[in-house]
């Protein structure tokens, strides 16, 4: 399609009543979006918008249309085509403001188009064409002497104007304006070879011969760049045929595709319904493919607390073979304090028994050693009794 969006925003659209035009009608429950489209095929901009199917603004910008900021945040313009008066609430002044510039721009994108077109028409017309021939051929005609001796046959001068006059009337060509606004040039040039001798010239009967072959020569001269006129004219003839041929194939052609073009513009509508969806789904992805980037942090962050875990739990199980390698070694340790405990208490019944066996043999020591005390005594008076 020709048609593309080139500048897009969203504003409440509201249509002046068209019984009171004083007050203003919302066409929207909400803000929609407003965009400028650009065709291509016919060159031209307008504003369409729409609310869900339905086109609540199908505008073309022409040169004669005015934005009118009527507020901070709403903006007019009118439309003598919808015979309408459109209005727009924007929710800021800066969309306002780019809104009223891009409205600018292409208003004065469509003059251009438009000046560039007219161009175009006027470089196609064949008018020009005819004028430069004249403007080319018609100087030769004030190379008449002007001094002519009256034996001259002014009558074959008048038949070489007369045939030189006739391809150059507009009604030979093809009887427009354009041409009949150039016909007053011609008798410019033709009166002066029609003019009289003066009456103070005087006779040159002697040389009127050699007049005479000068005006035939004069006359020959013309037929011929008359004839190259005719032959000229007749191919213009034929190419303003030719090209009124062409321009009616060429308006055939704008027919069939202004009418494909309307077409197209419901099939736009429909597709800018479509486009719309399509933003509304696109939309939909952004957030659901946020949504699943932080779905897709959050599995990661899972996935490193299960390698965390992983982690505590081969910790956990090295932890729990030391604590069974531990307990087995208690369980050893206990063994064999048991063992020390049992060795203890037998090495303190053999103690108490030691204790016993030493007490008895120092009870038997002390029973000796008094024995022996006394022994020592008797003696001791045995001794002193002998000494005595």
């Known amino acids: 399609m020709g048609e593309q969006p080139i500048f897009s925003t969203r504003a409440h659209v509201f249509q002046i009543d068209p019984t009171t035009k ?54 007019q313009w009118a439309d003598s085509r919808a015979n309408t008066v459109y209005g727009l609430g924007f929710s800021s002044e800066n969309n306002l403001l780019k809104f009223a510039e891009k409205f600018a721009e292409f208003k004065e994108a469509a003059r251009l188009a438009k000046e560039k077109s007219q161009e175009k028409m006027e470089l196609t017309s064949t008018p020009s064409q005819v004028a430069a021939v004249k403007k080319n051929v018609l100087p030769v005609l004030p190379k008449v002497p002007p001094k002519v001796p009256p034996k001259v046959p002014v009558r074959k001068k008048e038949s070489a104007t007369g045939d030189l006059q006739s391809p150059l009337t507009p009604e030979s060509i093809n009887g427009t304006d354009d041409e009949r606004g150039t016909t007053p040039e011609t008798p410019q040039y033709l009166p002066e070879p029609r003019a009289e001798p003066s ?39 034929a190419n303003v045929k030719q090209w009124k041929q062409q321009l009616a194939a060429y308006q055939e052609e704008a027919e069939r595709l202004h009418t494909h073009v309307t077409e197209l513009e419901c099939v736009s509508g429909q597709m800018t319904v479509i486009k719309s969806q399509k933003t509304e789904l696109n939309q939909t992805i952004e957030e659901l493919e946020s949504a699943l980037k932080s779905k897709e ?14 982690e505590f739990q ?18 050893m340790l206990e ?11 037998g090495s303190q019944l053999e103690r108490e028994a030691f ?7 120092l009870e038997l020591l002390d029973g000796k050693i008094f024995e022996l005390t006394e022994l020592r005594d008797s003696l001791a008076r045995l001794i002193e009794g002998s000494s005595s």
């Open 22 to 75: 004083k007050n203003w009608v919302p066409t929207s429950k909400h803000a929609v979006t407003v965009s400028y489209f650009y065709d291509s095929t016919r060159n031209v901009y307008r504003i369409i918008s729409l609310d869900g199917s339905k086109a609540i603004i199908n505008s073309t910008i022409t040169p004669n249309m005015t934005f009118t900021k009527t507020s901070q945040k709403f903006g």
């Open 297 to 310: 942090e959050e599995l990661e962050r899972l996935k490193e607390e299960v390698e965390s875990a992983n």
């Open 335 to 345: 063994a064999q304090l048991v063992e020390l405990e049992q060795r203890l208490e």
């Open 314 to 331: 081969t910790q956990k199980e090295s932890l729990t073979q030391k604590l069974q390698e531990t307990e087995e070694r208690n369980q």
């Open 355 to 361: 204790r016993k066996s030493l007490r008895t043999l």
């Open 199 to 237: 009456q103070n010239q005087l006779p040159f009967s002697h040389s009127s011969s050699s007049i005479n072959k000068h005006w035939e020569a004069e006359l020959a001269a013309l037929k011929g760049n008359n004839a190259k006129l005719t032959a000229a004219l007749l191919e213009s003839t």
